[in-house]
């Protein structure tokens, strides 16, 4: 590390043109920076400097080594900022668990904005139906648990509530019902029977739970969101989607019901105990806060 010390700062001379300008922005004395590339010079047995007119340059030989060693300062630099962040917090994976119910929109802005704070820690992310991910936190395979369900004696935070409402294809006989009601007239739960319902399956293999009202007679069950969605377009069923996300999705119609048949739950995130102090744990829960609440 001592000759890419040396490297890094010789390439620092050469790029602001002489020994002060490198002394300010490596914070040390341009005579401890100019022994530095003197011993360099020594253990390699190549002039690599000469000056000139007062200036420091390169010898032609340093400009071809010089040259060559900048992709590995560069690759260093990575190595050393790794470094640097385990120094500062020795957490190299954040594990998190998600229900799928909670925005991809909303997840990814706060993945991002954890990755620019830690872009050397490697994020952990299960995507996750009822039960399975408080499963995976009391298990202790997840350092942060957000979605609906309860996590034993765990107090978590609650950071939004979530209102779910039926939702079909344009094309669906429950979307051409909906079309031809007078403005406050709404479908009651007896016409939902009598269609296709598709619902989420717990992601706790050892759950048989499903996710949201199940009134109808006919089901199908999917194990990810995304997949149920793109069954209702095709006017394979209805399902239950969260009222902000289901303004949101093309081709399909929110289905006009009773309020009273709305279910909501609040949105928590929990956080295990033995990582509040972690700042990488930290920084993951405010981004995820800063975006639901967003």
């Known amino acids: 590390m001592e000759d890419f010390r040396s490297w890094q700062w010789l ?36 002039t690599l400097v000469e000056t000139r007119a007062r200036r420091i340059q390169l010898t032609e030989a340093g400009q071809i ?13 990575g190595v050393q900022g790794v470094i640097d962040q385990f120094r500062g917090d020795a957490t190299s994976v ?34 996750t139906v009822l039960v399975g991910g408080p499963s995976l936190f009391m298990e202790g395979r997840v350092g942060i648990y957000l979605g609906l369900e309860p996590v034993g004696d765990h107090t978590g ?20 019902m909906a079309a031809e009601l007078d403005a406050d007239d709404v479908l009651y739960e007896a016409q939902l029977r009598q269609y296709r319902q598709i619902v989420l399956r717990d992601s706790h293999p ?24 793109e069954l209702m377009r095709s006017g394979m069923g209805f399902a239950w989607l969260p009222e902000d996300q289901a ?15 709305c279910p909501e739950a609040g949105l928590v995130l929990y956080r295990q105990r033995e990582l509040q102090a972690s700042p990488a744990y930290s920084r993951l829960v405010q981004a995820l806060m800063e975006t639901a609440r967003d």
């Open 157 to 176: 935070a609650q950071i939004g509530r979530m209102r779910f409402v039926p939702c079909s294809g344009v094309g669906h006989p429950l979307a051409e």
């Open 206 to 229: 050892e759950r048989g739970k499903n996710a949201g009202w199940l009134g109808a007679a006919q089901r199908v069950t999917v194990d990810h969101l995304h997949t149920a969605v």
């Open 11 to 46: 390439e620092c001379v050469i790029e602001l043109g002489g020994l002060k300008p490198a002394s300010e922005r490596l914070h040390r004395t341009p005579s401890t920076i100019s022994h530095a590339i003197k011993q360099l010079e020594r253990r390699i047995g190549v």
């Open 65 to 77: 080594l010089l040259e060559h060693m900048r992709p590995l300062i560069r690759e260093l630099e």
């Open 247 to 261: 303004k949101d999705e093309t081709g399909l119609v929110v289905l006009p019901v009773d309020d009273a048949l």
């Open 94 to 127: 954040v594990s998190l668990a998600v229900d799928q119910v909670f925005r991809h929109d909303l997840l990814i802005q706060a993945m991002e904005s954890f990755s620019r704070d830690y872009p050397h820690t490697r994020l952990e992310l299960f995507e």
